[in-house]
């Protein structure tokens, strides 16, 4: 079995006192824990965006040509370990809707690919067909729950899920679906390491890797 890698970004961006590992940091270090238990060479990178300065797309239409950011050397960075890994995983939390750096990422990869394939509806970009999955969560409060059920998930699927689903689609990653319902990806319950991760988060590392090896147990 070949090298598999793996590449989880976490959306945060929580310096709130206090928290020393932010939830979503911790949702990708359980995803490449699952990952491991199940793949015998695994090359496994958390890239924090919280720890990154960022800057928006400014629609200057340059990387036509370049296929990179002429003005951001640090999205180039990313952008070149996404397109190197076979599997990408983006952990957000619920801001108003979606943190804005991780908006930063998905603008100028969206750009990089919309205005070639506008020029050539058949142009395959750089990173075309990589799975990638998306993983969700939000709380109100630093780690803990916003309301005692928990909120509405499906809530959280349609403000942060389902936007950073639709700008996949344009990047022409390929997002994985959890089932029917959750077809952009998973909400799940802010629980710590320590209380115990909600067990979809393992289950869709499982059926993740499942469509890169099929039957792999
Ligand atoms: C700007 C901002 C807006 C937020 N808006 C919401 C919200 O509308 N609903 C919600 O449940 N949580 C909201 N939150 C709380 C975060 O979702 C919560 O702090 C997050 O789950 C913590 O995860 P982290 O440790 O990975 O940062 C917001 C947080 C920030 C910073």
Redesign the pocket.
Known sequence: MNLLRILCISA?N?FRPG?KE???YQICKTVLDEADKHVTEIEGEIIELKNLTLSPCRDCMKCLDSRRCVTDDTFNQIYEKIIACDILFIVS????PVPAKLCMLLEKMEEITFYRWEKDTSYQSEVYGIKTAVIS???????EF?QADG?SQTDYKKVVNDPIANALDTIQLKLIPYDDEWNTGIVVK?ETAEQGFDKKIGQYVRQVLSIEYGDYR
């Open positions: 945060s929580n928290v932010t939830y979503s939390p619920h801001y108003a969560h939000g709380g109100g409060s630093g780690n916003a909120i802010p």
